[in-house]
């Protein structure tokens, strides 16, 4: 089973996942909705989708984000 949906615990804050679950925007960090609330709050967040959404449209869908290896 894929590592994202088995796991359990946000790779943030340590908290549970019972809630929900997203991939980060910066890197491949599975976080919980309170943790992506504050990543979407960050002043580069919109920086982070753009350049999120030009991988998607250059067919890269395993993309690492901004602050992942590449």
């Not at 804050?13 to 019972?18: N, T, Y």
């Not at 925007?25 to 609330?37: A, F, G, P, V």
Request: glycine fraction near 10%.
């Amino acid at each position: 089973m894929d590592k994202f949906f088995s796991q359990t615990h946000c790779d943030r804050c340590g908290g549970s996942l019972k809630s929900g679950r997203i991939m980060s925007m910066y890197n491949t960090d599975c976080i919980c909705l309170n943790c992506k609330d504050k990543e979407s709050r960050r002043t580069d967040y919109g920086k982070a989708v753009e350049a999120e959404h030009n991988e998607i449209k250059k067919g890269n869908y395993n993309y690492k984000g901004i602050k992942g290896e590449n």
